[in-house]
């Protein structure tokens, strides 16, 4: 990549580079430079770019049990869904864009995810909460060291909730147990064999 499309002043950890003052024209031929390289993953809100190092096998492990249990959840309550997985969201009037982990359409195909998961390894500049705002994704799950946090867009802000208000019935507690076993194959037949035990209850 040319450097002399970086804007400076620049930040970096191990796996994240942050460039700041980057304008959307800027971040288009950054964008455009970096893609032999599809496993670099950008987020972009307002001038700040986070340019990411390709995914861990940690990050990789993680956002896919949290998929298949999400799935197998949805499956054993017949509620009709759609992965829309890595679907870019944001535009240039909303002034971000970003790539989610992973996300889902519930009962109906949309152009805006229902749920959006985000699995945290390593951070940089940009505020991704601001850009599902912006966006408007209605449910936004964050991952980070073996903890969920969900976020319910309310109005025109995000409030931090206890239980989804998408699935109010998706035991967290259960899910969250299951999502840590250390074998993710496990991990999807013992919560299976939860619900199925659970839905068996009188």
Not at 16 to 29: G, P
Not at 98 to 127: A, M, R, W, Y
Request: proline residues 5%; hydrophobic residues 35%.
């Amino acid at each position: 990549m040319n450097p002399q499309i970086l804007d400076k002043p620049v930040s970096e950890n191990n796996q994240c580079l942050t460039l700041y003052q980057v304008s959307w024209e800027k971040f288009q031929a950054i964008e455009a430079a970096l893609a032999d390289f599809p496993s670099l993953r950008l987020a972009y809100l307002y001038g700040t770019l986070d340019i990411m190092s390709p995914l861990s096998e940690e990050h990789e492990d993680s956002k896919t049990v949290l998929r298949r249990l999400l799935e197998a959840y949805l499956e054993h309550k017949r509620i009709r869904f759609y992965p829309r997985g890595s679907k870019t969201l944001g535009s240039i009037q909303l002034g971000g864009r970003k790539e989610p982990d992973e996300s889902f359409n519930l009962q109906t195909k949309k152009e805006i995810p229902d749920i959006v998961i985000e699995v945290v390894v390593t951070s940089g500049g940009v505020n991704t909460l601001e850009i599902y705002r912006r966006v408007k994704v209605p449910e936004v799950w964050f991952w980070k060291k073996g903890k969920l946090a969900l976020y319910s867009l309310q109005g025109e802000e995000y409030k931090q909730v206890d239980r989804s208000e998408l699935l109010p019935e998706l035991d967290l507690t259960l899910f969250v147990r299951c999502a840590n076993i250390a074998d993710k194959y496990d991990a999807v037949v013992e919560f299976r064999k939860a619900l199925h035990e659970r839905s068996q209850e009188p």
